[in-house]
């Protein structure tokens, strides 16, 4: 029933732009904190960008000022707008859907764990050529 659909993923140039979207059905938004993961090859998946329930977006210090997160709560739909990407920013994005850190925006300390999400897109690939 809850489905996370990741999509805008794809070849782009160093220090050009991408816009992802995390599509949700089966799930309100409201109740949930959003985050952004992504793994590169041969290394851990990582978060880099999450907003909460009420707005509130947490960054990785890599993704400060180039990465910037945003959402609709009426069509669903979380967006990684992805700017000035580089090399480092190759990688498979995922989104995931955490109930637990909604529960207070204080919570939002332990957005770094994998275990505190529910349900998890497929991810989408983003390519960054030199």
């Known amino acids: 029933q809850v489905q996370l659909v990741e999509s805008g993923g794809g070849l782009v140039q160093s220090g050009g732009s991408l816009r992802l979207s995390c599509a949700a059905s089966g799930l309100t938004l409201h109740y949930y904190v959003i985050s952004w993961f992504r793994q590169a090859p041969g290394k851990e998946r990582e978060v880099v960008a999450c907003?909460?329930?009420?707005?509130?977006?947490n960054y990785t210090e890599s993704a400060k000022g180039r990465l910037f997160t945003s959402k609709d709560n009426a069509k669903r739909t979380v967006h990684l707008q992805m700017n000035n990407l580089e090399h480092e920013d190759k990688a498979v994005y995922y989104c995931?859907?955490?109930?637990?850190?909604?529960?207070?925006?204080?919570?939002?300390?332990?957005?770094?764990?994998?275990?505190?999400?529910?349900?998890w897109g497929q991810g989408t690939q983003v390519t960054v050529s030199s």
């Open positions: 995931a859907a955490s109930s637990h850190l909604a529960l207070s925006e204080g919570l939002l300390s332990l957005w770094v764990r994998e275990n505190m999400y529910d349900y």
């Open positions: 907003i909460s329930s009420g707005g509130i977006t």
